[in-house]
T-cell receptor
Framework: EAGVAQSPRYKIIEKRQSVAFWCNPI?????LYWYQQILGQGPKLLIQ????????DSQLPKDRFSAERLKGVDSTLKIQPAKLEDSAVYLC???????????FGPGTRLTVL | QQQVKQSPQSLIVQKGGISIINCAYE??????FPWYQQFPGKGPALLIA?????SEKKEGRFTISFNKSAKQFSLHIMDSQPGDSATYFC???????????FGTGTLLAVQP
């Protein structure tokens, strides 16, 4: 079974620039999560999708972050404009639904200069 | 926002020793308590999980102990090995949406 795929793996941008991350979930997984993991901290949920609908985006900074999940499969997370404090690893995770195991991708390490 | 408090922040153990990491939660509605393991450059991966209808769960060298009255659960790694060196996160469900709230992590180093 293929795992969660993410790209790019690394991204370096200047502040005020925009950036996008892509996630391809495990086939058949209806639930998709985007997490932000700042160095030395645990992952923090940004947004949760169930199929292509948003279930929870309460911690998403909506003035600069946006996310979509096309046809309930792939997802993209965008930051525009980026700030220095957005430097972090952005993790995508998927699950089959309900409370249970979440499968994480390798993450995208973003550095904002 | 409900919190999950994890300790210690870092831990050094000799090979063959026992590693113990503790977690305390606030949300009494939590009904699923996982531990995730993360190696550098990788995403977290589920290590072991427990539901509150049991007080202990063991999988190989890894054991979760659960204390419902104290709202605490812990991870014990027996016969710790250098390959266990990683960051460990406890987590709990964060509400009706079944999102996970992660602890701050424990960096474990097992010395050979």
């Amino acid at each position: 079974e293929a795992g969660v795929a993410q790209s790019p793996r690394y991204k370096i941008i200047e502040k005020r620039q925009s950036v996008a991350f892509w996630c391809n979930p495990i086939s058949g997984h209806a639930t998709l999560y985007w997490y932000q993991q700042i160095l030395g901290q645990g992952p923090k949920l940004l947004i949760q999708f169930q199929n292509n609908g948003v279930v929870d985006d309460s911690q998403l900074p909506k003035d600069r972050f946006s996310a979509e999940r096309l046809k309930g499969v792939d997802s993209t997370l965008k930051i525009q404009p980026a700030k220095l404090e957005d430097s972090a690893v952005y993790l995508c995770a998927t699950g089959s639904g309900g409370v249970g195991e979440q499968f994480f991708g390798p993450g995208t390490r973003l550095t904002v200069l | 926002q409900q919190q999950v408090k994890q300790s210690p922040q870092s831990l050094i153990v000799q090979k063959g020793g026992i590693s113990i990491i503790n977690c305390a939660y606030e949300n009494t509605a939590f009904d699923y308590f996982p531990w995730y393991q993360q190696f550098p450059g990788k995403g977290p991966a589920l290590l072991i999980a427990i539901r509150p209808d049991v007080s202990e769960k063991k999988e190989g060298r890894f054991t979760i102990s659960f204390n419902k009255s104290a709202k605490q659960f812990s991870l014990h790694i027996m016969d710790s090995q250098p390959g266990d060196s990683a960051t460990y996160f406890c987590a709990g469900p964060g509400g009706a949406t079944n999102k996970l709230i992660f602890g701050t992590g424990t960096l474990l180093a097992v010395q050979p």
